[in-house]
């Protein structure tokens, strides 16, 4: 079992709110971490209810009533998006609860990052709850779990679901993303809420994969699905929402230039990029247009995953293409301008120098696929990934 990284503050949030929210995908591992840790490290006595189940979720018929039964106890509940009315319950008990004195951990949400987890819960809860979300494995909790035998491009060209990651050959890995792919067009989604043709959402999906790393036109899309600009939109919400994409926003700071304004585009997980792709081993991929492009979003979601919430991302770049791929703006005012580059050697543009006066970058570094840390060319320095992980991590 690799340690997940979440555990500390799983149990602090369970230990100062009387509800926790643990969102994240499917099979991504939310239900494992929650009952080891609630069992290993909580005081509370724990019970808990899937609600794909039909027996647990008959159980909630008379939601009132069961729950009330788990005073003092804590109660994991698993698809909570499945009954979106438990939430407004929730509150009332949340309430009578803190004035006999329970104030914290009452009840622990598990959420396949619905949207209506997230409106619901942001409605009728709101003080009352704090959300954490669970990425697929992450290069530095791999690499802190195993730094020897930990394999960059292993995480890189599977992706980081556990079952891929972890599948005993490729060919297991591969037939395990297809399998997520269509059970997540075919089931989940329209599970969750969207109506949404499996198909066409599929169809969309690998289209975006062309994309990963750009601008989208919502226009074009919409033409070659036969669908307006705004159902296009609406699509994208979906798996942004679901987190399988992550859309990037342009830098908002002040500055004379004229800028994109419309969000980078990314596949979450380069793993689901490089089946959507048809991207069936390595080599196919280091030799694949898209290497370039799947690195950069491979690094960025490590990077963003790995950032506390006293950090804000974005990018940056002008109607000119001077631009950054990353710039992170944390405490005390500082602007990091990123550059990510698959090469052993890196290079630096000179509009890349520009973009960071244009930021008032106070910090320039290039993520680079190999391992030594060096200064290059204008206070920039050239650094490994993880090394990079384990500064934003500190």
Request: proline share 4%; glycine share 6%.
């Amino acid at each position: 079992m690799i340690a997940r990284g979440l555990e500390n503050k799983l149990i602090a949030a369970l230990s100062n709110m009387p509800v926790v929210a643990l969102v994240g995908p499917r099979q991504v591992g939310k239900t494992t971490l929650a009952l080891q840790t609630t069992q290993k490290h909580f005081p509370k006595e724990s019970f808990y209810l899937d609600l794909e189940l039909e027996s647990d979720l008959s159980k909630l018929s008379d939601a009132e009533s069961y729950i009330k039964r788990f005073q003092n106890q804590l109660l994991i509940i698993d698809e909570v998006q499945l009954k979106p009315d438990l939430f407004r319950l929730l509150r009332g008990l949340v309430d009578i609860r803190k004035r006999a004195g329970e104030k914290a951990g009452q009840f622990l949400l598990l959420g396949s990052a619905s949207r209506d987890l997230l409106q619901h819960s942001s409605e009728t809860l709101a003080g009352r709850i704090r959300y954490l979300e669970l990425s697929p494995f992450n290069s530095l909790e791999l690499y802190k779990s195993d730094p020897l035998g930990f394999n960059t491009d292993k995480l890189w060209f599977r992706g980081g679901f556990p079952d891929s990651f972890l599948a005993v050959n490729e060919d297991e890995s591969q037939a395990w993303r297809n399998d997520f792919i269509s059970t997540y067009v075919e089931r989940d989604i329209p599970l969750m809420g969207p109506k949404v043709s499996p198909t066409r959402m599929k169809r969309f999906w690998s289209m975006l994969a062309h994309y990963h790393g750009q601008q989208i036109v919502l226009s074009a899309l919409g033409k070659s699905l036969e669908v307006s600009h705004t159902t296009i939109k609406s699509y994208l919400d979906i798996l942004t929402d679901f987190y399988m994409v992550r859309q990037i926003q342009p830098w908002a700071g002040n500055t004379k230039k004229r800028l994109v304004k419309s969000p980078k585009i990314y596949i979450r997980d380069t793993g689901i990029l490089h089946k959507l792709l048809k991207i069936y081993d390595f080599e196919t991929l280091l030799g694949h247009p898209v290497v370039g492009s799947s690195w950069e979003g491979f690094v960025a979601e490590n990077i963003i995953v790995n950032l506390s919430d006293k950090w804000e991302y974005s990018y940056y770049r002008t109607t000119t293409q001077t631009e950054i791929d990353l710039v992170l703006e944390g405490p005390a005012n500082q602007v990091w301008a990123i550059e990510i580059k698959r090469s052993a050697a890196p290079s630096l543009k000179k509009s890349f120098h520009k973009a960071c006066d244009d930021i008032e970058a106070t910090k320039k570094f290039v993520v680079y696929s190999g391992t030594e840390h060096f200064p290059i060319a204008k206070d920039t320095e050239a650094i490994g990934l993880i090394d990079f992980l384990k500064i934003i991590a500190e």
